[in-house]
């Protein structure tokens, strides 16, 4: 299977989000071929390389999401550098684009109407009438669980049609065209979103844009839109000068989106005009990340309310069109769900973790989770792992130890972890170290004793903690005090290592935990003192407790139920989308009449999701989710002026087989899930 890995700031280079993650899926799942479609975010990711890639990986595409569209070539390489390894030399479409001529200024005006059009509707319900029921279903206007000022609304119908009408357009006009960074720089794009911003029915916010405001706006659509210049989609097919396969995104058999957002925004395009089954995979919500950072940025209030607008309507096209998504947690679950996402083509594929290191611990002499492995650490000892900063809320956990005193004399806190990122986080990390001395002077044992805090703030690499593993067994019970979290991975940490936990509810804790940890409100000193003194106090209880988490960790939470629940999904998306190859002779030539006519199933498996361009050929049919014989029949394309021309190819398709169970189900009709850890992720 050939799978088009889709990424923003992250794999495959040396640093980002996500790039561990992906680098273990694509060694796990060696049998299937991979290209990588990187975007990166800015100079510094791009001057710090790439990871040392697998063979599997067949090709890798890059383009930035930084810096004017001037400066780069179509290749996604910058014009002042020379060719690094690995990236792609053809410049069939331009990232920039040519002066359109008239008929091009008026078919972007019409299509960009609409997207603008999409973006600038009504807000619908205001932010402070968001439900406080998490997770409860939204139709058209609701809004997702979210601080003030970030709540996340479902676009109406109407605005969802308007907004998919102008994006799919643009889309065809800067493949059949060229780019579109000049146009959105155009006087036409200026006052096209001036008129959608004093439409009657506006949002509140898009009726005070002034014209620093609109020549922002149009900058962000500019950026957050360069996908659709990308020469990714392989519009001409065929071979590429190099002798291989040169279709793109849209001779691959499979996209997965490692994110929402602008990387999920290629995959749509090929799910769109190719039939090519999308899958999207995230393990924190891109939306909620770009609501905190407009809401962070010094950005007017218009220009706020269209950027954020404009990022959920694409976030609801997304989910809406996907084959299938997949939330790390369901904390991030509820967030697609208000956004539009199906629960039937949802499924909670975990994180994955290597457990190796933390084996040791978890599996030492006696047996992890007896009562003498329990007994064997300092049972009076409280461990907290991370990051110091706000959101991890320390100052509560003090205070909560200071009451753990009062009935544990003996007890001790160790803090281990650094400073968060930015200047915030390092004067909390001094704010803390104050408070404890303030609540916790030295103590010693005699007039000649050298004085000890029973709070330590130490690191990982200090003598005292060599290993991060050493710091969850250097104590009783492991404590989380956040009032922020995601996917909680020091928890999951301290499980692998038979520890009990004690953790406020926020994010995806209960779910992590199960039953195997103490849970207490946030922000609540008092319960998370009384919590930590119950365990502390009960080494049979501790010792339970331990060996159901590790127990549940080492079934939920481990590479290999990660690498395995994909492994299925990707034949499942296929047992609904048969793999179509070309029949080429030994001198490369489509070879006519190789596949049997009886090959051929009747019937049509799918209606047609969407009128398809002319760039992208004529439209087939497919099976399960909109799955199409791409680029079937005769092709004959006119590329713009300057760029070539391309004759007429014909193309005969081949089946290749999936299994037998799958190829009975698509011929059926029916759904076929393989059985995979996925199934016991989601219980």
């Given at each position: 299977m050939r799978v088009g890995l889709l990424t923003e700031g992250g794999y495959p280079y040396a640093t980002g989000e996500a790039r561990v993650w992906c680098d273990r899926l694509v060694r796990g799942l060696a049998d299937h071929e991979f290209e990588v479609y990187a975007l990166s975010r800015g100079e510094r990711q791009e001057a710090t390389g790439r990871l040392e890639l697998p063979p599997q990986v067949r090709r890798v595409r890059t383009a930035p999401l930084w810096g004017t569209a001037e400066e780069w070539s179509p290749d996604g390489e910058p014009l002042h550098a020379g060719p690094r390894p690995g990236a792609h030399a053809r410049s069939h479409a331009r990232a920039y684009g040519r002066p359109y001529g008239r008929r091009e200024r008026r078919r972007f005006a019409r299509y960009f109407a609409e997207l603008a059009a999409g973006v600038c509707g009504a807000d619908g319900v205001d932010g402070a009438s968001a439900p406080a029921a998490v997770g409860a279903p939204g139709g058209a206007g609701a809004k997702a669980p979210g601080r003030a000022g970030v709540a996340v609304e479902s676009p109406s119908a109407e605005q969802a049609d308007r907004f998919a009408t102008g994006l799919y357009g643009l889309a065809e006009l800067a493949q059949d065209c060229?780019?579109?960074?000049?146009?959105?720089?155009?006087e036409t794009a200026l006052r096209t979103l001036e008129e959608a911003c004093r439409a009657p029915g506006a949002r509140r916010g898009a009726h005070d844009a002034r014209l620093p405001d609109l020549l922002a706006v149009l900058e962000g659509l500019e950026h957050a839109l360069r996908p659709l210049s990308l020469d990714w989609y392989g519009w001409y097919g065929g071979a590429g000068p190099d002798g291989e396969d040169d279709r793109g995104l849209g001779g691959v058999d499979l996209c997965h989106a490692t994110s929402g957002g602008a990387a999920a925004l290629p995959g749509l395009l090929a799910k769109r005009f190719f039939g090519v089954p999308l899958l999207v995979t995230e393990y924190s919500v891109r939306l909620r990340e770009h609501y905190l950072a407009y809401s962070a940025a010094p950005l007017s209030t218009p220009v706020r309310s269209l950027l954020t607008s404009f990022q959920g309507q694409l976030a609801a096209e997304i989910y809406r069109h996907a084959s299938l998504i997949t939330p790390g947690n369901t904390h991030v679950r509820r967030w697609q769900e208000w956004c539009g996402a199906e629960r039937a083509r949802m499924r909670t594929v975990y994180s994955g973790m290597d457990a190796s290191p933390f084996a040791a611990v978890g599996e030492a002499e006696p047996e992890a989770g007896s009562r003498e492995s329990a007994e064997r650490a300092d049972d009076r000892t409280l461990v907290w792992v991370g990051r110091i900063e706000p959101a991890k809320d320390l100052v509560g956990l003090l205070h909560a130890f200071a009451r753990v005193r009062e009935a544990e004399p003996e007890a001790r806190l160790r803090i281990v972890g650094a400073?968060?990122?930015?200047?915030?986080?390092?004067?909390?990390?001094?704010?803390?170290?104050v408070l404890a001395a303030q609540l916790f002077p030295d103590e010693a044992e005699s007039a000649i004793s050298v004085g000890d805090n029973p709070v330590s703030f130490e690191r990982v690499g200090d003598p005292e903690v060599p290993e991060l593993a050493d710091a969850y067994a250097s104590g009783a019970v492991v404590v989380l005090s956040s009032v922020l979290e995601g996917f909680p991975r020091s928890l999951v940490e301290a499980m692998l290592c038979g520890r009990p936990t004690v953790s406020t509810d926020v994010g995806a804790v209960c779910e992590v935990i199960g039953g195997t940890g103490l849970v207490v409100p946030p922000r609540n000193p008092r319960a998370l003192a009384d919590a930590c003194v119950a365990l502390l106090g009960d080494p049979d209880r501790r010792a339970r407790l331990g060996a159901a988490a590790r127990a549940r960790a080492l079934e939920l939470f481990t590479v290999e139920q990660n690498i395995a629940a994909f492994g299925g999904i990707y034949l499942e998306l296929m047992s609904h989308a048969p793999v179509h190859r070309d029949a080429l002779d030994e001198g490369g030539e489509p070879l006519p009449f190789a596949r049997p006519a009886e090959a051929h199933v009747p019937g049509r498996w799918a209606a047609s999701t969407g009128p398809r361009p002319a760039w992208a050929g004529e439209r087939g049919r497919g099976a399960g989710e909109g799955r199409e014989k791409r680029e079937s029949g005769l092709r004959d394309r006119r590329p713009p002026a300057g760029e070539g021309t391309?004759?007429?190819?014909?193309?005969?398709?081949?089946?290749e087989p999936v299994g037998a169970g799958a190829v009975a189900a698509a011929v059926a009709g029916a759904s076929y899930a393989p059985a995979g850890p996925y199934r016991e992720a989601e219980a």
């Open positions: 060229g780019g579109l960074s000049a146009a959105l720089h155009s400073p968060g990122r930015g200047e915030d986080a390092a004067a909390y990390a001094a704010q803390c170290r391309t004759g007429i190819r014909a193309r005969v398709r081949d089946l």
